[in-house]
C-alpha cells in the first residue's frame, strides 16, 4: 500500500440488506448460473464472466433487450438509442457515437464545472445535514440541461425540475420492476403523465427551433442536423425527442447515485477524504478541460463505488434462438440476466468481495481482472454511450464537493440500497456538511 492513500474502514459496506431487496438468496452470490421461473418467463441469473462476454460480445447477435421490456419502455423512450435494435438502433448509435467521445466530453467539462460551483456556492454555511441524494439528483439534472440542451431556460426553470423528476421517479416506482427491474414509463400517476408530457413537449419545441435555425452549435442541434439528414422530417423529429427523452433518463439518475453511493463511502473515511481534497484542490487550480485526468485517487474510488453500488444494477437480454452458455441449454426466448450487482461482489471474482478498496482501481491491481467481471456500463456494443461523460462529470462533481465541504455519517442505519431501475438509497442520503 502506497503511503499517501490512509487504511480504509469497511464494515459498513453491507449486502445483505440489498440482497433481500432483491429476493436473490445469500447463495447467489457464490454460484454463477440460477434459473427461476418468473411470471411465465424463465430467467437464467448469470454470473460467470466467460458467459457474459458471449452474451454481450461473441454472440451479441443472438441476445437483444428482451421485447416485453422494449413494449414498456416505448411508451417513454420511444424508439430512441436505448429502446431501438437492428438497423435503426444501428444507425442512431452511429450518429450519437461521436457526440459522447473523450474529445467531446472534454468541452462539457466547463459547463459541468459552472453547475456544480453554483450548487456549492447555494449551500448553507456552517455545519448541517444534507441530503446528498437529492444534491446530486439537482446537479446531474441541471448538468444534463447545461451540456446537452444549451442549457436553455425552459429545461432549466426550477418548475422544469418539478415535472421532469414526477416523470422520472414514475418511472422508478412502477410495479412491473418487480418482472423485470425495468420502468414502466406510458401509464403512471397524473403528475408524471404531465411531466413527460411536459419533457416531450419542450423538447419538441427545441427540436423544432433547432431544425428551423439549422443550429449546430450545441449538442441537441447536431443531433437534430443529424437526424434530418438521415430521416424523413416527421420521423426525424420524433427520434430527437425519443432521444432526448433517453439521455435524460438513462443519464440523469445513474450518475446520481454514482456520486452518491461515492460520497456515503467517503463519508465514514475522514483520512482518505483528506487525501482526495488535497488531490481536488490541486486539480481544481489547472486546466478545468483535463480536471478530471488530475484526479487518479478520486477515479480509483469511483470505480470502486461503481462496484460495490452498481447505479446499473441488472441488464437483461432475451435470447433469439437456442444457445449454450458455461454448459447449460438456453432456449429461444429465455431471458438472461446479468446483475452487476451480484458479479461485483460474487465470491469467485472477487477477493473480500464486500470491503471497499479503491486499491483494487489503481496501477497494476487491475490487470488480472477478467474483461467482463465489472461491469458498471455494460460492455459490447451496447455499452453506455454516456460512459467517458459520465466519468467526467462525476469526478468534476466530486472535486467540487470535496474541496468545499466534509462529510460525516449521521447517525441510524446504513441506508438499504433499493434496486429498481437504478440502485438507489431507501430514504435519501442524509450525510452532515461541515465547512472545510
Ligand atoms: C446504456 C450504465 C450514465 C446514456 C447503459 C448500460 C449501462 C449503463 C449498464 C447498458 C445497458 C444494457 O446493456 O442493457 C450507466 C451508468 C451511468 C450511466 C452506471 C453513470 C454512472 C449515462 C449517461 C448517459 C447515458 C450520463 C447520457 C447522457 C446511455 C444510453 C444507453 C446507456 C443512451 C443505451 C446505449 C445503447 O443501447 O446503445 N448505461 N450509464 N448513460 N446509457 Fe448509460
Known sequence: ???????????????????????????????????????????????????????????????ERPALVRRLLRGGLGDGLFNAEGESWREQRRIVAPTFSPAAVAGFAKPIAHVVQEQVARWPAGTRPMDMAAEATSATMGIIAATLFGGDSRLTA??????????????????????????????GSSRARAGGRFLRDTLGALADERARTGGR??????????????????QARELAVDNAVTFYVAGHETTANALTWTIYLLAAQPLLQ??????ALAALGGD????????????????????????????????????????????RGDLVSIWPYVLHRHR???????????????GDRRVGMHRYQYLPFGAGPRVCVGARFAVVEALIVLAHWLAARRFSLRGGPP???VGRVTLRPAGGMPLELAPV
Open 158 to 187: 426550477p418548475a422544469a425540475a418539478g415535472h421532469i423528476t414526477a416523470m422520472l421517479d414514475a418511472a422508478g416506482r412502477a410495479r412491473l420492476t418487480a418482472l423485470l427491474g425495468m420502468p414502466a414509463l406510458g401509464p
Open 288 to 331: 478545468v478541460e483535463t480536471l478530471d485526468a488530475r484526479l487518479p485517487r478520486l477515479r480509483a474510488v469511483l470505480d470502486e463505488a461503481l462496484r460495490l453500488y452498481p447505479p446499473a444494477p441488472r441488464l437483461d437480454r432475451e435470447a433469439m434462438a437456442d444457445d449454450e452458455l458455461a454448459g447449460h441449454a438456453v432456449r
Open 1 to 63: 500500500r502506497s503511503r499517501d492513500w490512509p487504511p480504509v474502514w469497511t464494515s459498513f459496506v453491507g449486502r445483505r440488506a440489498s440482497n433481500s431487496v432483491y429476493g436473490w438468496p445469500d447463495e447467489a452470490f457464490d454460484i454463477a448460473w440460477r434459473t427461476r421461473r418468473v411470471l411465465g418467463h424463465t430467467v437464467h441469473l448469470v454470473s460467470e464472466p466467460d458467459a457474459i462476454g458471449r452474451v454481450l460480445l461473441d454472440n451479441k447477435a443472438n441476445y
Open 348 to 362: 469467485a471474482w472477487w477477493d473480500q468481495p464486500d470491503a471497499f478498496d479503491p486499491e483494487r482501481f489503481l
Open 217 to 234: 452549435d450545441d449538442f441537441f442541434g447536431g443531433l437534430v442536423a443529424a437526424l434530418h439528414a438521415r430521416y424523413p422530417a416527421p
Open 415 to 417: 441506508p438499504v440500497p
Open 274 to 279: 483528506e487525501t482526495l481534497r488535497v488531490e
